[in-house]
């Protein structure tokens, strides 16, 4: 295997022009927020439309390489194990948290709970508050309140465009606002274009890519 990848063309020979991956939450990962298996297959749908690879082989001078190939990774949760925040275009489910009108008994469950020290309780008041700054929309909170204080308000993705490893690293820029099925889908055809666009000789989308609004 390593030497068909160290010889002239033996790489480019398993490069598809594009990468899709997902972490294990449709397997039943207890941390899953948002089931991203539906998107995930959706989005290659749209990269495969686009053939990147045609691009690719049209663009770049000499032979391909896996670090040609755009990247998409989707995650579940927060947790993020398939790495969304270093390739190109990186979706985290998520729930948005909403505090209703049932009856809070201040149990503190959905304090403890909360990693991100982004539940509070508001003792006066009876009920807890909830930081949007520091929220990261895992639903854990909700799960913890035995009272049903704390419900799903909506649901939806984080999207994270233009992250890279390699030499120079750079963490990808969020797209502010928690978005539908229907609008990630609609941010990644505009990326594409964007990258097809703009990418010369194989350039990343991350080093084309300066500002989140220079595709949304």
Known sequence: MKQKFLSKGGMEKEIKGYEVT?????AGCPNAANSCTQLAKDI????EKENILSFLKETVKGDLKFHHEFRVALSDCPNACSRPQIVDIGIIGAVLPGVFDEACTL????????????????EENVKPII??????????CISACPTGTLGEKGKGFRVMLGGRLG??????????????HDAVLSIVHKC???YKSKSKNGQRFSYILSSVDQVI
Do not use: W
């Open 22 to 26: 997902t972490c294990f939450g449709g």
């Open 44 to 47: 290659e749908t749209i990269i």
């Open 107 to 122: 149990c503190s469950a959905c304090v403890e709970v909360c990693d991100e020290n982004a539940v509070m309780l508001d």
């Open 131 to 140: 930081s949007s700054h520091q929220c990261l929309y895992c639903a854990k």
């Open 167 to 180: 030499r120079h690293p750079r963490l990808a820029m969020e797209v502010p606002g928690l978005h539908t």
């Open 192 to 194: 594409l274009k964007f």
